[in-house]
């Protein structure tokens, strides 16, 4: 059984988040240099089963596109070529952000920490698959 693999992308640093074998659990995985994403997950599907990939779709409050979106779906184009097997679902992403930040804090994190943007990127990628797969049941 495969793991859920959901990606916080961003246009310099993307942050990687997987579920358990069981599907259970979202942890914060990684954050990559997005230049570097392609040949990361490259690697990672040959080291793990991933059964499915969830992707944050950036939108404004008013579901119009953010200065995001274009770069999202540049990759997410690249990526259903190089991976055409992998199922690939996009998942609103508002609000991950601040959603991160506010675990972050809740969970006592270091002002200096939480300041490290690789944190908060896999934080969000994070909220994201929790929230992807809280919507699937």
Same mark, same amino acid.
């Given at each position: &059984?495969?793991?859920?693999?959901?990606?916080?992308?961003g246009?310099?640093?993307?942050? @990687? $988040?997987?579920?358990?074998? *069981?599907?259970?659990? %979202?942890?914060? @995985?990684?954050?990559?240099?997005t230049?570097? *994403?392609?040949?990361?997950?490259?690697?990672?599907? #040959?080291? /793990?089963?991933?059964?499915?990939?969830?992707?944050?779709? =950036?939108?404004? *409050?008013? +579901?119009?596109?953010?200065?995001?979106? %274009?770069?999202?779906?540049?990759? !997410?184009?690249?990526? #259903?070529? #190089?991976? =055409? /097997?992998?199922?690939?679902? /996009?998942?609103?992403?508002?609000?991950?952000?601040?959603? $991160?930040?506010?675990? &972050?804090? %809740?969970?006592?994190?270091?002002?200096?920490?939480?300041?490290?943007?690789? +944190?908060?990127?896999?934080?969000? $990628?994070?909220? !994201? @698959?929790?929230?992807? &797969?809280? %919507?699937?049941?």
């Amino acid at each position: &059984m495969g793991r859920i693999l959901a990606i916080d992308f961003g246009l310099k640093r993307t942050g @990687l $988040a997987v579920t358990d074998s *069981l599907k259970i659990i %979202a942890n914060g @995985l990684e954050t990559v240099p997005t230049h570097t *994403l392609i040949s990361y997950l490259e690697s990672y599907f #040959k080291k /793990e089963a991933v059964d499915e990939v969830v992707i944050g779709m =950036p939108k404004n *409050l008013d +579901n119009s596109d953010t200065d995001s979106t %274009a770069g999202v779906r540049i990759f !997410i184009k690249s990526f #259903k070529k #190089k991976f =055409p /097997e992998v199922p690939l679902h /996009e998942h609103d992403e508002r609000f991950t952000s601040k959603l $991160a930040m506010q675990a &972050m804090i %809740a969970g006592g994190m270091s002002k200096k920490d939480r300041r490290e943007k690789g +944190n908060v990127d896999r934080v969000s $990628a994070t909220i !994201i @698959l929790q929230s992807y &797969m809280e %919507a699937m049941h």
